[in-house]
């Protein structure tokens, strides 16, 4: 569904207009506006804890738990992390309201002759033998920056390449395989909601063209 954000602004004009309750600036509907859709947004998580624990149901349109999931989805993304070697950590998305997975791309090696069904990436001094490049994405365990310090002690518990984990710290983390990793990591996150933006000018807007548009569609979806 389309929606100019100068729609939504007239109309709670019109609501203040009819109601005899003043008048409201561009300035401060976009305060409200972006409460309002933070507070709607952040009430899914909520209500996905709690719709959790009860039993849905096999019906195509009224599992509460698998309607909320899909709004969600909307803002979910994944986004290739650069590491920033000034503070030795990987800076999260600024768009990142949750985190969710931290994932590393493991590279391997192998060797094997060649065959129609075994395709090489590059030869070996040995002209019989090929080494191929094998990318294993892997999912990282999250663990304590106390935790980290015992489970590096041990041989058995101390992280790998094949078994990587992640610490996280304001708004950072760190990746640790068989030594710290600084590259080839990424996250699956949620986004946080696009910010309305009303104009001083009370023009129509394209919604195309506009985040605050943009950011008004996600608001009705999010409540539909």
């Known amino acids: 569904m389309s929606v100019s954000i100068d729609t ?6 019109g609501i203040l207009n009819k109601e005899q309750r ?25 209500d ?22 899909k709004k969600i989805a909307v803002f979910e993304k994944q986004s290739g992390l650069t590491y920033d070697l000034a503070n030795s ?19 391997t090696t192998r060797d094997l002759y060649p065959s129609p069904t075994q ?14 490049t094998i990318n294993s994405d892997i999912e990282a365990e999250r663990i304590n920056g106390n935790d980290f310090l015992y489970i590096n002690l041990s041989p058995l518990t101390k992280p790998k390449n094949s078994l990587p984990v992640y610490v996280s710290k304001n708004g950072t983390i760190n990746v640790y395989g068989d030594t710290e990793l600084t590259s080839g ?40």
């Open 119 to 132: 395709p090489a990436n590059f030869q070996t001094s040995d002209p019989t033998i090929y080494r191929q």
């Open 89 to 107: 950590n990987f800076p999260l998305p600024t768009d990142m309201y949750r985190l969710g997975t931290v994932i590393y791309t493991n590279v």
């Open 8 to 13: 939504v602004y007239q109309r709670v004009l």
């Open 185 to 224: 990591v990424k996250c699956n996150y949620i986004r946080k909601p696009a910010k309305v933006q009303q104009s001083l000018r009370f023009a129509a807007v394209r919604c195309a063209n506009n985040v605050g548009a943009e950011a008004v569609r996600q608001l009705l979806q999010m409540d539909q």
């Open 22 to 46: 003043g008048y409201v600036t561009p300035q401060e509907f976009n305060l409200f506006a972006n409460q309002a859709q933070l507070d709607l947004f952040e009430q899914y998580f909520y």
């Open 48 to 69: 996905i804890n709690q719709f959790g624990r009860m039993p849905g149901n096999d019906t195509e349109y009224s599992d509460m738990l698998d309607l909320l999931n």
